[in-house]
């Protein structure tokens, strides 16, 4: 019988919960350190900061001696799981560290439920299916990526994207595909991504010349 991926959700916020429950209240014994807590807890509180004040955050002085933050693709401003985050925590005079994690291994459980839909819409049993979306969300490329919250993000949202391409290709129905697509479009990294992609040859950042002469030197030693 396949399941409702509601109940699957369920599922994983609780299996996710356990998992990481030394990450959480009431325990919190681990901490996420590095990039996480150093930098993305930087801009997100920065941008909840200056809404609290008012104000659309366009350059965050608080960090690396300045930098841009509406346009830094890594700040996830325009990210609605971000959204999500503020509004819950609208109430306090500043965003907690706590609020970023709690965000960050949910997309853990909604990678766990992606995936399990992607599984099922290839026809693979429930066991299997719910045995691969494990294997997918609790890894341990994910567990050592939880420093990075746009690769965590991105990781969450993948299997909804490959879902889409099955369904165009499967059923020729473009439908759910144009949604999945629209989805995995908003996340952080795959904006970005898109926006390299979508510049010219000549717009693209230049190789320095040694640079050049690394990569020949290389690409002589890999002919040789």
Request: glycine share 8%.
């Amino acid at each position: 019988m396949t399941r409702s991926p509601w109940k699957v959700l369920l599922a994983a916020l609780a299996c996710t919960f356990l998992f990481f429950y030394e990450y959480m209240p009431p325990v919190r014994s681990v901490h996420i350190p590095y990039d996480l807590d150093g930098y993305h807890f930087s801009l997100a509180a920065y941008g909840f900061q200056a809404l609290h004040q008012g104000r659309l955050p366009q350059w965050d002085p608080s960090i690396y001696g300045g930098m841009r933050f509406a346009a830094n693709v890594q700040a996830a401003f325009y990210y609605p799981g971000t959204w999500l985050m503020y509004l819950a925590t609208w109430g306090r005079e500043r965003l907690s560290y706590q609020s970023l994690v709690d965000l960050n291994l949910a997309h853990v459980a909604v990678a766990f439920t992606l995936c399990f839909v992607w599984l099922r819409g290839k026809r693979l049993s429930d066991p299997a299916a719910l045995l691969g979306a494990a294997v997918y969300a609790y890894s341990g490329y994910l567990c050592t990526q939880l420093q990075h919250f746009g690769l965590v993000v991105a990781y969450a949202w993948i299997p909804l994207g490959l879902r889409g391409i099955d369904q165009i290709a499967q059923e020729n129905d473009g439908r759910f595909g144009s949604a999945a697509f629209g989805i995995v479009g908003i996340d952080p990294l795959a904006i970005e991504r898109a926006r390299l992609a979508a510049q010219e040859p000549h717009e693209l950042p230049a190789r320095g010349a040694a640079h050049d002469r690394v990569v020949d030197h290389d690409d002589a030693l890999a002919l040789e």
